[in-house]
């Protein structure tokens, strides 16, 4: 600060520059330039790249240009019962895991919102998984679900293999269950996440004034009430966003499962993120396939954002 | 008990601010409740990080004893078994390597790996992999947040056409889901010899995480009072000098906070590297995952390898526990 | 209806007293106003009679009914806040009736009472919109049918016009006190501006630095001030305030001949004083400006104009210790800075404080000066 260079706003500003200045208009374009560059070579470029593939029959690891089949693909993927199935699984997941984050995280920032001694270490505690890679969660959970050494069993009280569930395997005491697995895998990814819905539910929380519920109080509100009329809907947006995250998520499931099953036993964790890594890059490489397959999720999850942010609108508009 | 509370009032004078129905004994029961109700669930939440946590120090057979242990004595075993390759060594061999451990010439990760009867041949590929991971993660780190702070003091300082435009297609690119835009960045790569090597996934991180550090950045710069610029503007700085010398320090516990998460994202980051790298610039993540798999799995060397990924994050979260909502939040939502 | 009565009440932050332990006695139907400057603990005293704060000494009675450590749900007292407090995310009707429909009210019955409080309030248009679009003033009037809707035994209210403009607090001023006029509910209502305090109340609690200073009406705190802090807080400007000493039966004031005869009413107090030292306060009317000779003289410092009077800075005595006292003085008359000017003084309000204690000297009371409230209010108002 000391070597501010003295010099009179009008002598600045009487044209005569002293040294070369770039204009407002070139430092915008300057700094944000780059970044759009990255972002269209990386993202753009690649997403229209990959529009036309979905329009074609490619390999990509065969020595074959494209061919153009129209809405082949699509067609295809939108008949083919398999793809429906894992469409289902995905939602099914999807269903679960967002609506047990939703009440675990909700309730959990209930419990922490009014500080206690301690209160601050714990919930940074409760929010590391959220942040650790989730391969390595799922790599770990493997460990955890191990039917003969893993803790899960042994905590749930099952010490013998034989009459206990493999989660991951789909089985309990050697019959199959149908979607053991993918609750399994469900299981996972609201530990790791639930901490994600607290998170902005405390911030939520935390954002209400403390005079409304001085107001309740002396407006003779019950507990029971207070909550129904003053904080549900005061967070409601908060929760919202946190939805719309973790169902965008849902649809973007790929790393726990591989961590855990690679979409077994069977194809009962197939969800549709992981399948259409296994299309794109295993087995046969059906890039054009699966590149259309990508454009399905994609217009999915842009139709999901679509109807949460419309909805999101209409209570900010309300609560203005 | 609670009778006695509306004649007398509380046992302590209330010297704090406080509705007076949050110091009855009713309330102050269930403020006790809920303390316990957190405690209980923060201690189930927190068992499969404790498992690991000890499972990276058990030895081998300790990691699949039924019923599974807590109480053991720790080794290093699994950190040996994940950093080294070792070789089974022949009972001349193994005299030999005794003699050595006597006089001291042995490191600790040999005198280990000779308990078990093996000699170490030489580093690991995870070591490999590992230093792919910090080299990656680092570089594109530096870039994502050098050229974030640009766009974010740009968006948030000057009239910019279709600002809220570009701001969302910014945060969109994060929404897409990693395998639509690797097929063709797969070809993409191909094409230019990217796949597989450093600089292009250092180029493909510094993207991937350029969304956050734009938002992230422009709410902490969106913070800081203009004034101060347009101050040093009429004192005769430049826009540029403004921006280094009054903008940059002010904006220095954001950029580092914005800095952490990119690290902490690209260090943990598995689909792209999965698909984009296979042995060269293949990073940590896939490759725990895979590598290990030689001659059953190896559990302690796979919790030893999290625990590699998890300690980073216990110490992110609790350095910039104020910052982790923006973070995860990419700067939308602030407390 | 009720009564509110504070026994010893106290409240201490850590080692901070807030409010030091007090006495009060609020009668039913009676217009209260706690005034003082920011920070002296009126707002906290407030919110313990709610059961927004908990008290740390004293207790609290309601009709005869110990309510200390009753949840303020349980004291039938409505409070409106300084800054309104309504919930922005229901509309004007469902703020209204929101302590009904919490006490689970008739549906019939809520709406029947909303549109009474609606129609007193005037605010029948906007009952659909959403408080956060509303002015200030509507707000307000929103709040204040929240609080009326209940029919509560006593409303609290914490400078409910603070946040107005100054033109707004006034008509919102009239309509609280109609309001009062009409309903007769025991009001308790905090304020830092004195001529609100001086205009709505039936009796003001004048408090500084966390202790009651006075407790009586407007006309005594006005004329009667029991110390020099609200001889100096009520009025603009306060009370003038002049060094004296005793001589004889006369009290010297600044300023080589300015020596004023000793109110008779005073004589036995003075004589218990055991001190030549006394502070002389008259109100600035008090003070009659004379062409012919008055008792005091002294020089012109500055003028303000106010409009309907002009107000005389006038310095007595000169060099270092010279002091100043405002006098009223005719809006055409000409004064210019530095002229000498002379003023009688009604020795009836002249006011005698004890400069070690920082209290009023005892006085006879005979021949006190009884002005009606509105007059007062006017005076003060100008």
């Given amino acids: ?320 | ?335 | 209806m009720a009564t509110i009565e504070l026994k010893q009440v106290a409240k201490r932050f850590g080692q901070n007293w807030a409010v030091k332990p007090m006495d009060l006695t609020v009668q039913d139907g009676e217009f209260l106003c706690l005034l003082g400057p920011s920070g002296c603990g009126k707002t906290t005293t407030l919110r313990m009679i709610s059961g927004l704060e908990a008290v740390t000494e004293g207790s609290i009675w309601l009709n005869g009914r110990n309510v200390t450590w009753e949840h303020p749900s349980k004291r039938d007292i409505a409070f409106v806040f300084q800054f309104y407090a309504l919930y922005p995310h229901l509309s004007v009707w469902e703020n209204i009736a929101f302590p009904l429909q919490a006490e689970g009210e008739k549906k019939e019955n809520i709406h029947k009472r909303v549109a009474e409080v609606v129609e007193i309030l005037r605010i029948g248009h906007l009952l659909r919109q959403r408080p956060g679009r509303l002015s200030g003033g509507d707000q307000q009037r929103v709040a204040l049918a929240r609080a009326l809707v209940r029919r509560p035994a006593a409303f609290l209210m914490d400078e409910p016009l603070g946040a107005l403009d100054a033109e707004l607090r006034e008509s919102m001023r009239a309509e609280i006190k109609q309001l009062h006029i009409h309903q007769h509910a025991t009001t308790v209502y905090v304020t830092h501006d004195q001529v609100e305090a001086m205009a709505m109340s039936d009796r003001i609690v004048v408090m500084s630095a966390a202790e009651v200073q006075q407790i009586g009406t407007p006309a005594q705190v006005y004329y009667d001030p029991t110390n020099l802090f609200v001889a100096r807080f009520i009025g603009s400007p306060g009370m003038n305030l002049v060094d004296g000493r005793l001589e004889g039966d006369r009290i010297r004031l600044p300023g080589t001949e300015n020596v004023i005869p000793i109110p008779p009413a005073y004589r036995p107090g003075l004589q218990a004083l055991g001190s030549a030292e006394v502070i002389v306060g008259f109100r600035p009317e008090a003070a009659m400006l004379s062409s012919d000779g008055g008792l005091v003289q002294g020089e012109v410092y500055a003028v303000d104009m106010h409009g309907a009077y002009k107000l005389l800075h006038v310095s007595l005595g000169n060099g270092a210790g010279n002091t100043i006292v405002h006098i009223r003085a005719d809006r055409l008359a000409p004064y210019a800075i530095g002229s000498p000017v002379r003023f009688h003084l009604n020795m009836d309000m002249v006011r005698l404080f004890d400069p070690k204690t920082e209290k009023a000297i005892p006085r006879l009371s005979e021949g006190a000066t009884v002005m009606s409230v509105s007059d007062l209010a006017r005076e003060v108002g100008r």
């Fill in chain 1, 1 to 320: 600060m000391t070597t501010l260079p003295v010099r009179s706003p009008i002598a600045a500003s009487s044209g005569a520059k002293p040294r070369r200045e770039l204009s407002d208009r070139a430092i915008v374009n300057l700094f944000i330039w780059p970044t759009l560059i990255l972002l269209i070579a990386w993202n753009v470029f690649p997403l229209f790249y990959s529009l036309y593939l979905a329009f074609t029959d490619y390999s990509a690891i065969a020595n074959r240009p494209p061919t153009w089949v129209g809405f082949g693909n699509f067609v295809d993927i939108l008949t083919d019962r398999q793809a429906w199935k894992y469409f289902a699984t995905t939602g099914r997941y999807a269903l679960v895991t967002v609506g047990m984050q939703l009440i675990l995280g909700f309730g959990l920032a209930l419990l922490v919102r009014e500080k206690f001694r301690g209160s601050g270490v714990i919930t940074t505690l409760i929010l590391v998984p959220m942040m650790i890679s989730p391969v390595v969660v799922g790599l770990f959970w493997k460990l955890m679900y191990n039917p003969t050494f893993g803790y899960f069993n042994y905590l749930l009280g099952f010490s013998d293999p034989r009459f206990g569930p493999d989660m991951l395997a789909g089985r309990f005491a050697g019959r199959p269950v149908p979607n053991l697995a993918l609750w399994a895998v469900a299981l996972v990814d609201i530990w790791m996440w639930s901490p994600f819905v607290m998170l902005l539910a405390l911030s939520g929380l935390k954002a209400i004034p403390d005079y409304l519920y001085e107001a309740a109080a002396i407006d003779r509100a019950s507990s029971w009430f207070q909550f129904w009329r003053i904080t549900l809907p005061q967070v409601a947006p908060l929760l919202l966003i946190a939805v719309l995250f973790r169902t965008i998520e849902a649809f973007k499931a790929f790393d726990l499962v591989m961590g855990m099953t690679g979409g077994g036993p069977g194809d009962q964790t197939e969800l549709i993120a992981v399948n259409l890594y296994r299309q794109a890059f295993q087995g046969q490489w059906r890039t054009g396939r699966a590149s259309a397959l990508a454009y399905i999720i994609l217009v999915i999850i842009i139709a999901v954002s679509n109807l949460y942010i419309r909805y999101l609108n209409r209570m900010r508009g309300e609560n203005a």
């Fill in chain 2, 1 to 335: 008990m609670t009778a006695s509370f509306y004649e007398k009032g509380p046992a302590r004078p209330i010297t704090e601010s406080t509705r007076v129905d949050k110091v009855s004994p009713r309330a102050r029961w269930l403020g006790k409740v809920r303390a316990l109700l957190v405690l209980v669930f923060a201690f189930i939440g927190l068992i499969p990080i404790f498992v690991m946590g000890i499972t990276a120090f058990k030895t081998r057979a300790e990691v699949v004893s039924v019923p599974p242990k807590v109480i053991f004595s720790p080794t290093l075993e699994g950190f040996v078994f994940l950093l080294t390759e070792r070789a089974v060594a022949s009972p001349a061999r193994i005299e030999q390597l005794r003699a050595e451990a006597q006089v001291g010439e042995l490191n600790l990760f040999e005198r280990l790996a000779l308990a078990s009867g093996q000699e170490i041949t030489g580093p690991s590929d995870y070591v490999r992999r590992l230093i792919n991971s910090l080299i990656i993660a680092g570089i594109s780190t530096v870039f994502s947040v050098v050229l974030g702070l640009f766009a974010a003091y740009a968006f948030s300082r000057f009239e910019v056409k279709g600002k809220d435009d570009l701001l969302f297609f910014i945060l969109s690119t994060r929404m897409l889901p990693a395998v639509v835009v690797t097929i063709p960045l797969f070809l993409m790569y191909r094409q230019l010899a990217l796949h597989d090597t450093h600089l292009g996934m250092i180029l493909l991180y510094t993207v991937f995480n350029l969304s956050l550090s734009v938002w992230l950045l422009k709410g902490f710069i969106d913070e800081i009072p203009r004034e101060y610029e347009d101050a040093a503007l009429v004192d005769g700085y430049t826009r540029m000098q403004a921006f280094f010398k009054v903008v940059l320090p002010q904006a220095m516990t954001g950029i580092a906070a914005t800095t952490v998460f990119c690290l902490i994202f690209a260090w943990n980051e598995y689909a792209f590297a999965l698909m984009l790298t296979s042995d060269k610039a293949r990073t940590a993540p896939p490759s725990i995952a895979t590598m290990l798999g030689r001659g059953g799995i190896e559990w302690s060397a796979i919790a030893a390898g999290s625990l590699g990924f998890l300690i980073p994050v216990v110490i992110v979260a609790f350095a910039l526990r104020n910052y982790l909502l923006r973070g995860v939040t990419f700067g939308a939502i602030r407390q």
